[in-house]
Nanobody, 123 residues
Framework: QVQLVESGGGLVQPGGSLRLSCAAS????????MGWYRQAPGKQRELVAA???????NYADSVKGRFTISRDNAKNTVYLQMNSLKTEDTTVYYC?????????????????WGQGTQVTVSS
């Protein structure tokens, strides 16, 4: 069974930086897309930044120029470098990956979510 494990959240002052990490593990055949989402209380989960299946990147307008997504394919890990953090960036961040999982002699498409990591930007 595949799983995603996130790390790197925490408390930071406005203008500060944090780096989130998300590592995928399990019987992974391939990772087609992987990225970060966030969800504030009472709101829908929204895209922050992601690698598409074609290898390009998408960013939410609100984080362009401040956040950078990167990845280490050998480690099945994606990172989110967050700079110039604002109080409105405070929420829970979730990692998502669309993968092909090895099951028996075949492969199954799965979409997995991490457990979430809290980012708090406050003075």
């Amino acid at each position: 069974q595949v799983q995603l494990v996130e790390s790197g959240g925490g408390l930071v002052q406005p203008g500060g930086s944090l780096r989130l990490s998300c590592a995928a593990s399990g019987s992974i055949f391939s990772i087609n897309a992987m990225g970060w989402y966030r969800q504030a209380p009472g709101k829908q989960r929204e895209l922050v930044a992601a690698f598409t299946s074609g290898g390009s990147t998408n960013y939410a307008d609100s984080v362009k120029g401040r956040f950078t997504i990167s990845r280490d394919n050998a480690k099945n890990t994606v990172y989110l470098q967050m700079n110039s953090l604002k109080t409105e960036d405070t929420t829970v961040y979730y990692c998502n990956a669309n993968m092909q999982e090895r099951r028996g002699w075949g492969r199954v498409r799965v979409s997995a979510w991490g457990q979430g990591t809290q980012v708090t930007v406050s003075s």
